[in-house]
T-cell receptor, first 115, second 116 residues
């Protein structure tokens, strides 16, 4: 079975400071890893993904994430937070060797960026 | 031009009623999904269809019946609604390549169901 852990319910950061939202995963084969963002009363929007290749993945709105196989982590980062980044962030994993495996989501981390 | 569209956006109904939510995607994807997001924001897969064929059914009560008339549409019908069915239901789509689902999911805006 595959699973995702997002250990923080909420992350608070001041505007202009770097931010990190943590994610660890468990999967039997190769992981396909994703980050999504959800604004209030909206659907989820794709930010970035890791399938293979370079461990540092760059995505939308200046976000990036680093795949660390030994620590089974895929933390989301941004060098300089904006107030508009405040939203709910989901990490998700799919088992890569299975053709139609489901995407399993973490419980979400609320990011609050203060002015 | 909305990529994944769901209707209705809001649905308020009484216990015991039957209701449907419709979903359409214009991305040309071959795989569609229904996810349920509860009041704590947990997201759980319910169903997945690939080219109109049901491929994932995650222990959902059989009061929930998905139907895919073609690969661009995936509807969800719910019979005998219960209080616990209150949630936001998200439709999503993705494209499998060479039998592997590496692509990201594109989500609709959600349908908020409230059962009274």
């Amino acid at each position: 079975a595959q699973s995702v852990a997002q250990p923080e319910d909420q992350v608070n950061v001041a505007e202009g400071n770097p931010l990190t939202v943590k994610c660890t995963y468990s999967v039997s084969g190769n992981p396909y890893l994703f980050w999504y963002v959800q604004y209030p009363n909206r659907g989820l929007q794709f930010l970035l993904k890791y399938i293979t290749g370079d461990n540092l993945v760059k995505g939308s709105y200046g976000f990036e994430a680093e795949f660390n196989k030994s620590q089974t982590s895929f933390h989301l980062k941004k060098p300089s937070a904006l107030v508009s980044d405040s939203a709910l962030y989901f990490c998700a994993v799919r088992e890569g060797n299975s053709g139609y495996s489901t995407l399993t989501f973490g419980k979400g981390t609320m990011l609050l960026v203060s002015p | 031009d909305t990529a994944v569209s769901q209707t209705p956006k809001y649905l308020v109904t009484q216990m015991g009623n039957d209701k449907s939510i419709k979903c359409e995607q214009n991305l040309g994807h071959d795989t569609m999904y229904w996810y349920k997001q509860d009041s704590k924001k947990f997201l759980k897969i319910m169903f997945s269809y690939n080219n109109k064929e049901l491929i994932i059914n995650e222990t959902v009560p059989n009061r929930f019946s998905p139907k895919s008339p073609d690969k661009a549409h995936l509807n969800l019908h719910i019979n005998s609604l219960e209080l616990g069915d209150s949630a936001v239901y998200f439709c999503a789509s993705s494209q499998a390549r060479r039998g592997r689902n590496t692509g990201e999911l594109f989500f609709g805006e959600g349908s908020r169901l409230t059962v009274l």
